[in-house]
């Protein structure tokens, strides 16, 4: 089993920075693309960041400019560094690993719990 665990939300003003760092840890053999998602309240959850295994990256447009997603092969982390905080980036953001091998040719799509971003007005 491959699980994700994400750090670093909480509460900040706009304008201000926060880094979500997700680590996968378990039964890893390969992990493919990684990513980021968000949901808000009475919203669906949408897609932030993405970025693959060789570093080729994509955004959402709403967050264009403001984040960066990275990663780190090595430790099987996905980071996230968010600045000019808005509010309505207010959510919860979710680690994704859509293809998570733990064998050379088995693999399943993995979510992190969820961490908690409230950017105050």
């Known amino acids: 089993q491959v699980q994700l665990v994400e750090s670093g939300g909480g509460l900040v003003q706009a304008g201000g920075s926060l880094r979500l760092s997700c680590a996968a840890s378990g039964s890893i053999f390969r992990i493919n693309d990684m990513g980021w998602y968000r949901q808000a309240p009475g919203k669906q959850r949408e897609l932030v960041a993405a970025?693959?295994?060789?570093?080729?990256?994509n955004y959402a447009d709403s967050v264009k400019g403001r984040f960066t997603i990275s990663r780190d092969n090595a430790k099987n982390t996905v980071y996230l560094q968010m600045n000019s905080l808005k509010p309505e980036d207010t959510a919860v953001y979710y680690c994704?690993?859509?293809?998570?091998?733990?064998?050379?040719?088995?693999?399943?799509?993995?979510w992190g719990q969820g961490t908690l971003v409230t950017v105050s007005s």
């Open positions: 970025i693959t295994s060789g570093g080729s990256t």
């Open positions: 994704n690993v859509d293809r998570a091998y733990y064998s050379a040719y088995r693999y399943r799509e993995v």
